[in-house]
């Protein structure tokens, strides 16, 4: 077999749904084999995906890589199309990495443990393939179906109102999902030829109302799962009912999918549409940045505050990718994996500090670091890389971000300081919010009634290796920025050039410059 033409796409997408299916005839009652199995499952995909991207990836080619592409349902005109370039395959690396340790986090399990694994192995190949294919028809598909298993796992495993909070994330998602169907069966009838193969129809000549209009319709559908305020308000409630495991996964991967849509869909195949939308894009993030910091200072639940601090962070990724500079771009996507491994970690914890407390209400808390040190220490490493810490990888995604649209050539003067200024408001708030957090939870006077009735127990083994394997990267990338950005610099520098190309006065510069610059006397002459 040569390995070079080996399927390892559609190998890493399909197999943790095929292992999936052989768990319910796994003899198991307590569920020790089921999180074995599943475990094994998640190390050998996580193995596949870094073998595959090692041995068959190009770091400097810029276009899609591993490209695989076979007719499913040719009277429809859809094909299993998969492929990878730096947008999509930093993603799936995060994708496989987090799913692996969430399979981790979920070991106390034993409530139908047998659905619970099905559900996280047949979703990690669902947003693995959201990452991958290049087919619109069939994103739409995949796109749906990492919605089913969420629904579960919070209507089954959740909380007290976890009926209520998965009925919501349902309703928005679906809703917004059939924006994605319209404007993809839209794209794909226009013109002469009938093809939903995104290289296909990025070539298309779309008119520019037509351009806008898709655009709108995409942005209402990636506008609910980054989110973007106003249509956030499922994820505060779908976190507010998760468990650890699917906290991970909605953190560190659904978020994501939003963020990777943008790009992919709204920035990469309408262009022209985006140099409008851009300005709407750095409004709405800034507004994301200012509004959930501020809605998680005043949350008095810890789950609720953690979900909205993670909607003040994904609006640096809005900005980064209006920024129309490498530098911005290139921080939007750095920004998207680092809060995929903080957010995950914060979340883990959150869950570990709840199994000890049984409470999620910081009044209720308090002084609990002379019991649980490991967790503290854990906590707060944790916290200071939410609040971009030097030295973390938050910090170095947030700084690129920054300077990315400060220095862009897009946008007035007086825009670009508003912005920036508006920025740096949701920066001061952050560490405020989060050393609050931090203060409630494990300083001051223990409360007695909160100590006489639980055993407060310091973090075992299992949970001390999760944080530390989320935190190697956030350091490691931190300190050199390039573990992560050499793999995607590529394809986001030639995407800014096209973006660039698509606003009429960079445009216009452009060519001016390139006029002085043949006209220019040679050096001796």
């Not at 995909?45 to 349902?73: H, K, M």
């Not at 794909?188 to 093809?195: E, I």
């Not at 445009?507 to 610059?517: C, I």
Request: contains cysteine.
């Amino acid at each position: 077999m040569n390995i070079a033409n080996f399927p390892w796409l559609t190998t890493i997408i399909l197999f943790p749904i095929a292992a999936s299916l052989l768990l319910p005839i796994i003899p198991d009652k307590e569920g020790k084999t089921v999180r074995w199995y599943s475990l094994v499952v998640g190390l050998i995909d996580f193995a596949l995906i870094v073998y595959a991207f090692y041995t068959g990836y190009d770091f400097s080619n810029p276009d899609l890589q591993l490209v695989e592409s076979y007719p499913w349902v040719p009277q429809l005109g859809l094909n299993w199309s998969v492929g990878a370039d730096g947008l999509s395959m930093p993603l799936i690396i995060l994708t496989g990495f987090i799913t692996t340790l969430a399979i981790l986090a979920a070991w106390p399990v034993t409530f139908k443990p047998k659905l619970f694994f099905f559900l996280i192995l047949a979703m990690y190949g669902g947003q693995i393939a959201v990452f991958a294919v290049q087919d619109m028809l069939l994103f739409f598909l995949v796109w749906e179906l990492e919605l089913v298993p969420i629904y579960f796992l919070l209507s089954i495993w959740g909380g007290k109102r976890r009926q209520y909070a998965a009925t919501k994330f349902i309703l928005y998602t679906a809703g917004g999902s059939l924006f994605i169907l319209l404007s993809a069966l839209t794209m794909g009838f226009y013109g002469d030829t009938v093809t939903f193969d995104m290289r296909a129809i990025a070539l298309k000549d779309f008119a520019l109302n037509f351009q806008l209009a898709l655009y709108a319709g995409f942005l209402i559908a990636y506008a609910v799962k980054l989110p973007i305020i106003p249509l956030h308000t499922w994820l505060p409630d779908a976190h507010g009912e998760a468990t650890a495991p699917v906290h991970m996964l909605l953190a560190g991967i659904l978020l994501k999918m939003g963020g990777y849509a943008l790009v992919r869909m709204n920035a990469q195949m309408l262009p022209d549409a985006h140099a409008y939308f851009a300005p709407v894009l750095v409004v709405l993030g800034v507004v994301n940045i200012i509004y959930a910091a501020l809605t998680s200072f005043a949350q008095r639940n810890l789950k609720r505050k953690i979900a909205y601090s993670s909607i003040s962070h994904m609006g640096f990724v809005m900005i980064g990718i209006a920024s129309f500079t490498d530098l911005g771009l290139s921080g939007a996507v750095l920004q998207m994996v680092s809060h995929g491994l903080i957010g995950a970690s914060l979340f883990f914890l959150v869950g570990a500090t709840y199994d000890r407390t049984h409470t999620l209400m910081l009044d209720e808390m308090g002084g609990v670091a002379k019991r649980m040190p490991k967790i503290f220490a854990m906590f707060t490493t944790c916290s200071m890389a939410s609040l971009a810490l030097p030295g973390m990888s938050g910090f170095v995604a947030e700084l690129m971000v920054f300077v990315g649209f400060a220095t862009s050539d897009a946008y007035s003067s007086t825009f670009k300081v508003i912005v920036v200024f508006l920025m740096a408001v949701g920066v001061i708030l952050t560490p405020i919010y989060l050393l609050s957090m931090l203060r409630e939870i494990f300083y001051g006077k223990e409360n007695e009634e909160l100590v006489s009735h639980q055993a407060l127990i310091d973090a075992e083994p299992r949970e001390v290796f999760i944080i530390a394997c989320l935190l190697i990267p956030i350091i490691g990338i931190g300190f050199y920025p390039k573990l992560l950005t050499q793999m995607y610099d590529a394809t986001t520098v030639q995407l800014t050039a096209r973006l660039r190309d698509s606003v009429p006065t960079l445009a216009q510069k452009q060519e001016e410059t390139l006029k002085v610059s043949l006209s220019a006397p040679e050096i001796g002459n």
